[in-house]
């Protein structure tokens, strides 16, 4: 009695689907295969059956060459025909209770899935993978299904997964970090159309696509897929080492001196320059479109703030987090006044499902609007209410969900990776007071940020597959609490007034704050959530 022999095992990091009509040559398979293409699917929706048979033949010729699995899109007959590692079927394709009874039982099933119930499905016809999609918006196929966006891939990851369509090498590190589940699941890959047939160096492209898979799959079991570490620069989780790490992060940012380039509330954008110069930074305040791709190479972190938007810094804010990520570098986004108007929503929403956030801050009502809470209200820029009823447990649901380090600020102020959740308890009412408070905040975390994204880890340096490397969330404990710590000792100065006074005061002692000040004042309190 002889046993059935096993399916073949398929790599599914760089998954090619085939375009003719994009081919700028014959040569372009054996290139990006090359280049480092596991998988390729012959996709042919227009071709009649001898065509997609000869086409099918002449691409599994190149790829046996190179031992490269083939997959056909649709077509149980022409899979059967050339021997094919597998079949894709889509939602309106053949069954596949029907094409299991077709095809040899060493066939690999995979089925494009849109939503969880169609995932459910997929599981309960016990297919071998599923191409969860479209990802992004894509011009090589006419959708049938809304897109899944990349923040709402996450909870179809129940089964082997791959992401489809719009991938490119512009957004694919977001497309691998945002879709991380709440459990840790990753992708196993991502497929490709346009970016590499349309290309005139398909190699090339192929290699670049490559390498950002397996390092960000190299460090996805690390915290949960998240693209930063939380090393405490290479302590335990104590009070005492995040204290440590933020009077180091002090000492660096006055040694080193970080570009930080902020699109801003130009309302407060002088006072924001002139607080990133006190602690030590050194501000860029461009917001002209064309000036993003060069001011990401150079500065060392970066804040994105909404408070004044304009159609021309919205376009100059996809353009920096884009840009950011591609770099490996910090980006902050502060979502003022989300909860005031539906163009202020709705710009969030592009620009989180455009590139990946390192830290979201924001008050009470800007994370409950985020988060889709309907516990904290908003008037305007401000919360109302008495806010939420266990905040920390809602910035490390939001941490989770979104991949980012969640700031709250408030009298008291809560951050969290998702893993651990800090609360800070410094400050003096009058920060409230004055106007842009928030916006400072921001230009200080960002500033941290920035210097920690150059500090290594406990690890020994860049972590493969985190987007920096350093202490992110020791970055934004920083920041919160050399701010709120310099607000105190300047209400005791004995020369504040009120907030007219209560500012340039507050700049002085951003300038003259003293680690030890900092140690002695500091107020943390970790939680268990």
């Not at 969860?132 to 894509?138: M, N, P, Q, R």
């Not at 990349?150 to 369509?165: I, K, P, Q, S």
């Not at 600020?409 to 842009?436: A, F, R």
């Not at 920041?479 to 009120?498: D, F, M, P, S, Y």
């Amino acid at each position: 009695m002889t046993s059935t022999p096993p399916k073949r095992a398929i790599d599914y990091s760089l998954y090619l689907v085939t375009g003719r009509d994009l081919l700028p040559s014959g040569k372009v398979y054996s290139q990006a295969i090359l280049g480092g293409v596991t998988v390729v699917q012959v996709r042919e929706k227009d071709a009649d059956t001898g065509e997609f048979l000869t086409i099918a033949r002449a691409t599994k010729t190149i790829c046996d060459k190179h031992n490269i699995p083939v997959i056909i899109n649709d077509r149980v007959d022409i899979a059967i025909a050339i021997r094919a590692d597998g079949v894709h079927l889509g939602q309106t394709d053949m069954s596949v209770e029907v094409a299991k009874k077709l095809l040899p039982p060493t066939t690999v099933i995979g089925v494009s899935v849109n939503n969880v119930n169609q995932a459910k499905k997929a599981v309960e016809d016990g297919v071998d993978y599923v191409g969860i999609g479209a990802v992004w918006d894509t011009k090589t196929k006419k959708l049938v299904q809304p897109v899944v966006g990349v923040r709402n891939v996450g909870e179809l990851l129940d089964v082997f997964a791959v992401g489809e369509c719009g991938i490119k090498t512009t957004n694919l590190l977001r497309t691998l970090h945002g879709s991380v589940s709440i459990s840790g699941y990753g992708l196993d890959g991502v497929a490709v159309v346009s970016e590499i047939v349309a290309s005139r160096e398909p190699r090339e492209v192929a290699k670049e696509l490559k390498g950002i898979v397996m390092e960000f799959k190299s460090g996805l079991s690390m915290s949960n897929g998240l693209l930063f570490s939380t090393s405490y620069l290479g302590g335990p989780v104590t009070k005492e080492n995040i204290v440590e790490g933020v009077v180091e992060l002090m000492k660096r940012v006055r040694e080193l001196n970080p570009l930080v380039h902020q699109i801003t509330n130009n309302v407060v954008a002088t006072q924001s320059a002139n607080v990133t110069l006190a602690i030590g930074g050194s501000p860029i305040m461009a917001t002209a479109p064309q000036e993003m791709e060069d001011l990401a190479k150079i500065c060392n972190s970066f804040l994105v703030n909404i408070g004044t938007l304009t159609t021309t810094t919205q376009e100059a804010m996809m353009m920096i987090g884009q840009y950011a990520n591609l770099q490996r570098k910090p980006v902050v986004l502060d979502p003022v006044g989300i909860g005031a108007t539906q163009y202020r929503k709705n710009t969030v929403n592009e620009l989180l499902d455009t590139w990946q956030a390192t830290v979201i801050k924001g008050n009470a009502g800007e994370i409950a609007a985020i988060a889709g809470s309907s516990e904290v209200a908003s008037k305007g820029v401000d919360s109302v209410g008495v806010g939420f009823k266990d905040p920390a447990s809602a910035v490390q649901r939001l941490a989770r969900r979104e991949k980012s380090i969640v700031v709250m600020t408030g009298p008291v102020d809560y951050i969290s990776d998702g893993i651990t959740t800090i609360s800070l308890h410094n400050g003096n009412e009058l920060l409230g007071k004055i106007t842009g408070s928030g916006c400072i905040t921001g230009s200080c975390i960002t500033t941290y940020c920035g210097v920690a994204a150059s500090v290594p880890s406990s690890t020994g340096g860049d972590v493969p597959g985190r987007m920096v490397k350093g202490d992110m969330l020791l970055g934004a404990v920083a920041g919160i609490l050399v701010l709120t710590i310099a607000a105190e000792l300047a209400v005791e100065r004995g020369n504040v007034r009120g907030p007219g006074t209560f500012l340039p005061s507050l700049i002085d002692e951003l300038w003259t704050l003293d680690t030890e000040e900092v140690r002695k004042r500091a107020k943390v309190v970790l939680h268990s959530t």
